[in-house]
């Protein structure tokens, strides 16, 4: 089995010659002013979690975008600043962005064009020209600031998500065999229906293909992927090898899916903080008796959060006798909020909760608590422990962690997981109760059936897919891309 040790140990042993480089947006420490001093917060998610040990033992540079308010207090002139604060082990080079570069990059072409196009949950991609020129040029910053630090050394470079399709073609042209590359996609790639409405989508696909890796979380995305290959450029596919050649150059494609530090979570969700936490919600919630039914994700269109509330309010008149009974609980942290698709989900939200809690709610109790807040690691352990049901119901996701969480937190081996069936975690977790979220009858019928589930039927459930997180964990994720990374040679 993977663990942190073992990934640490191949790093160890195989990667010392060379540099490794992580690029990612979001940055693994951020440095914020709290009451007056400079305080270093380690970021959350699987990718930091995983990659953070790594570059701890191999000494190499993550790059990032430096957004953290007090991020510039830190770092020398070339924005650079050694990092974690109590043990220096590794460089973390923050790239500056302009509010226009931030605009257009990040919020416009990265958020309002490709996160639509990839999810195809019907949110209309807006592909705006001044957008495209954002995001071309930041990715040329970061290649700029990668060659920089690479200067004549060789280096594997691994990186993150949709932020970066022109950035491998970037980085190959200024540093040749200099550098091997790997990129994970963490959303899904659609099918070649949906993607072909990119007007940009020939650069796209041709910035991806310079990498030597590129990595999907489940064996579906990399079929879309290549099939979208197939269908708009010149290049050959291997289905053997499950590869790309164009021009010369070979991009292998494969499944990795992302998961959590299983035995990490499962240790912490014991401890008394964790207990204290779940004290405490209870407690602000008012919940007593009742059956919890809980959701938990960033606000966005994807995850299906109006579909879940109108699956409660259907659960409600079908099953009047749940009145008083149950509670769901629905925290969610703000996000992209200078988007207006955002901010009208954010409305509709609260509308809908209003609405529905108005048409069942008797006495003081009320259906839904809608909390929009950021938990900490030991609130989110706390939170999940509460519930009786977890409930994800994404029209459309990558992976989805929270499903992965809530299972490694349950040591009880309690609580029932309802998932929808296009999340990529559906793979993995069959023993869930999956939906279609886009079914309301379906899915108010799953919620009815999660709470009547027996209490050894949800056990012998949770126990096999806690086994399976358990192996599959994210340091396996993590260990195997490397791995096969190390399997490319460099050229002279
Ligand atoms: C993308 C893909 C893929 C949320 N609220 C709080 C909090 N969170 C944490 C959760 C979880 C993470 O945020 C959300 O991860 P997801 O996987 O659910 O979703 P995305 O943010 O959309 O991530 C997705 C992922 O990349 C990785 O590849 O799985 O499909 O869309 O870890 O716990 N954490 C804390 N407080 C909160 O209030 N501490």
Redesign the pocket.
């Known amino acids: 089995m993977w663990t942190r040790k073992s990934l640490q140990q191949l790093i160890k042993e195989k990667l010392s010659d060379y540099l490794f480089i992580v690029v990612s947006n979001r940055q693994p420490y951020v440095h914020i002013f709290k009451k007056g001093n400079i305080e270093c917060q380690r970021g959350?998610?699987?990718v930091i979690t995983a990659l953070d040990p790594v570059m701890q033992v191999c000494d190499g540079i993550w790059v990032a975008y430096g957004n953290g308010e007090a991020d510039r207090k830190v770092t020398d002139a070339q924005g650079k600043v050694r990092v974690p604060p109590q043990n220096p082990a590794y460089t973390l080079k923050r790239i500056w962005l302009t509010r226009a570069e931030e605009e257009g990059y990040y919020y416009g072409y990265s958020n309002e064009a490709l996160w639509p196009l990839c999810h195809t949950v019907f949110q209309r991609p807006i592909f705006n020209d001044e957008d495209w020129q954002y995001y071309i040029k930041v990715n040329q910053k970061f290649a700029e600031a990668v060659a920089q630090e690479i200067g004549g050394k060789k280096a594997f470079v691994f990186i993150q998500d949709y932020h970066f399709t022109l950035l491998p073609k970037f980085l190959k042209e200024l540093l040749g065999n200099q550098v091997i590359l790997a990129h994970f996609w963490?959303?899904p790639w659609p099918s070649y229906e949906a993607f072909r409405i990119c007007p940009q989508r020939k650069e796209i696909l041709e910035g991806l293909l310079f990498n030597d890796l590129l990595g999907f979380?489940i064996r579906y995305h990399c079929d879309n992927f290549l099939e979208t290959v197939d269908r708009e450029l010149e290049a050959k596919i291997d289905r053997e090898r499950f590869s790309v050649i164009k021009q010369g150059h070979e991009t292998i494609i494969r499944p990795y899916p992302?998961s959590v530090d299983f035995e990490g979570i499962n240790d912490i969700a014991q401890s008394n903080k964790v207990k204290e936490a779940e004290i405490n919600l209870r407690q602000e919630f008012g919940l007593t008796n009742h059956k919890v039914l809980l959701g938990?994700?960033?606000i966005?269109y994807t995850k299906g959060i109006p579909e879940r509330i109108s699956a409660i309010d259907l659960l409600l008149k079908v099953h009047p006798e749940l009145k008083q009974k149950i509670v769901f609980v629905q925290?969610g942290?703000l996000s992209r909020l200078h988007i207006s698709k955002y901010k009208a989900l954010n409305d509709e939200l609260n509308a809908l909760v209003e609405e529905i809690n108005w048409k069942h709610q008797e006495q003081d109790w009320k259906p839904i608590i809608l909390v929009r807040?950021?938990?900490?690691?030991y609130e989110?352990l706390g939170f999940y422990k509460m519930g009786d049901v977890c409930i994800v119901s994404s029209l459309h996701?990558?992976?989805?962690?929270?499903a992965k969480?809530f299972l490694s937190s349950r040591f009880d081996e309690k609580g029932v997981l309802v998932l929808s069936q296009f999340t990529?975690a559906s793979r993995e977790l069959t023993d869930a109760i999956l939906i279609n979220p886009y079914d309301l009858q379906q899915f108010a019928e799953a919620l009815w059936q999660a709470l009547i589930l027996p209490e050894d039927e949800v056990k012998r459930r949770n126990s096999k897919m806690r086994s399976i997180i358990q192996q599959n964990n994210i340091y396996r994720w993590a260990g195997k891309i490397i791995s096969e990374l190390l399997k490319f040679e460099f050229k002279e």
């Open positions: 959350a998610g699987g963490h959303i979380h992302i938990l994700d960033r966005d925290m942290e807040r950021h938990l900490s690691f989110l996701d990558g992976m989805n962690l929270v969480e990529g």
